[in-house]
């Protein structure tokens, strides 16, 4: 089935690019978590239209992302959630958590895409996450959760 992807997905493409995949992929995984809409002639048209948005958050080279990382991994990280008495979250930490915490503590701005977690964040005290800024940079960040 050809597709069109809407965001980026490891090992297969970035968003705006149009890729041949396994029917099954595409119908039971890609289309329903919205990564990808299935290609028409129609559709052709939003492939220009995804590239542009990507490339206005896409950090384009190696010096950028190296400035990036260093800006980044110099941050101390605070975040502040409800949790229980024994240390354990209401929830957890997602993505775009540490991504407005990022901002609020005057870093710049990173897509919530980039941060991988290894784990779910579910306990307070310190943890490593890591931002893919670019295919070959990649940046530690120490976030501190805190109880609020």
Excluded: C
């Excluded at 975040?79 to 503590?105: E, H, W, Y």
Aim: charged share 30%; proline share 3%; glycine share 12%.
């Amino acid at each position: 089935m050809k597709i069109i992807l809407t965001n980026e997905v490891s090992g297969l493409g970035n968003a705006g690019d149009v890729v041949e995949v396994k029917d099954g992929y595409a119908r039971n995984y890609l289309l329903p978590r919205g990564f990808a809409i299935r290609w028409t002639r129609g559709g052709e048209k939003d492939v220009e239209q995804i590239r542009r948005a990507r490339k206005s958050r896409e950090i384009a080279t190696i010096e950028q992302a190296n400035e990036v990382k260093s800006q980044i991994e110099g941050l101390t990280v605070r975040l502040k959630v409800r949790a229980g008495d024994q240390g354990r979250l209401f929830g957890s930490v997602t993505q775009a958590d540490i991504a407005s915490a990022v901002k609020a503590a005057g870093g710049p701005d990173v897509d919530k895409r980039r941060i991988e977690l290894g784990s779910p964040i579910k306990t307070l005290g310190s943890h490593k996450v890591t931002v893919r800024l670019h295919p070959e940079v990649t940046a530690r960040i120490g976030i501190e959760v805190g109880a609020a």
